[in-house]
């Protein structure tokens, strides 16, 4: 009896400490499931890390969020590298700045006052289903935040890229007369798109005389691409 009694003791122990085990597993399981859900809610911040880091800047203290638009998933990001340069009037640093855009991200803009070799850095690459992108309110947003790399790199990008849509190489051509920027026409026709285009070639080929005519050389290779495609 006292034996039987002491059987079903050191079973019901035994019993016990099963429960205990495939409770802590369970419990284990479900915090396993929590950290994975929390690494795939953050990995956009994770892949601009990872870029930032592999592009290897030189005294480099990280990055900024100029643009963090979740709605539509595309951020720009901005960070400063190298030694300070001309301190006396104020001191200005290297600048590179990013654009992550769904599962893309490049840089968009580079001012590298360093020497910092910069051949193998990873541009952003546009296709013809970037709308965002290409949308006035991305756009205005972007000049808004940093007009200097909207305008002189930003656009330029844009301006060369043959996957662009026509359209939008077409507003670029259309707001040339409301600035002087003939580094951004010259680029323009040097995309293949742009050089079978009737309507962008005739608006830069009819860009008007500033004082300088820094237009006059593109005007007049506008000019030459109109003839060969009449």
């Given at each position: 009896?006292?034996f ?5 003791v050191v079973?019901g ?12 597993q ?8 929590t ?12 892949s ?10 030189p ?6 969020t ?13 960070l ?5 340069n ?6 200005f640093?290297?600048e ?12 968009i803009s580079i ?5 910092f070799?910069?051949?193998?850095l ?8 970037d709308s965002y992108?290409?949308s ?11 007009d ?9 990008l844009?301006?060369?890229?043959k ?23 010259e ?10 285009n ?9 860009l008007p005389?500033y004082?300088?005519?820094a237009y006059?050389?593109v005007r ?5 691409l109109?003839?060969?495609i009449?």
């Open positions: 009896m006292r039987k009694r002491f059987f079903i079973l122990v035994c019993i016990g400490i099963v429960l205990i085990f495939f409770s802590i369970s419990f284990s399981k479900k915090i396993q499931i950290t994975i859900d929390h690494s795939i809610s953050s990995s956009d911040n994770s601009i890390d990872l870029f930032v880091k592999n592009a290897q800047f005294e480099s203290n990280g990055y900024t100029l643009i963090d638009n979740k709605d539509n998933d595309v951020q720009v990001f901005k400063s590298y190298g030694k300070p001309d301190c006396p009037a104020g001191c640093y290297s590179a700045t990013g654009l992550k855009y769904k599962n893309k991200i490049g840089w001012s590298n006052y360093d020497k070799d910069i051949s193998k990873t541009f952003f690459d546009f296709e013809k289903g992108l290409y006035d309110q991305f756009m205005s947003e972007l000049k808004e935040k940093d200097r790399v909207y305008q002189n790199s930003y656009l330029a844009l301006a060369k890229d996957d662009v849509p026509v359209s939008v190489l077409l507003g670029i051509a259309e707001v040339l007369d409301t600035y002087i920027e003939p580094n951004i026409a680029t323009l026709l040097k995309n293949s798109a742009v050089q079978n009737k309507e962008i070639l005739e608006i830069i080929s009819k005389v004082r300088g005519d006059g050389p007049a290779k506008a000019a030459i109109l003839n060969q009449k």
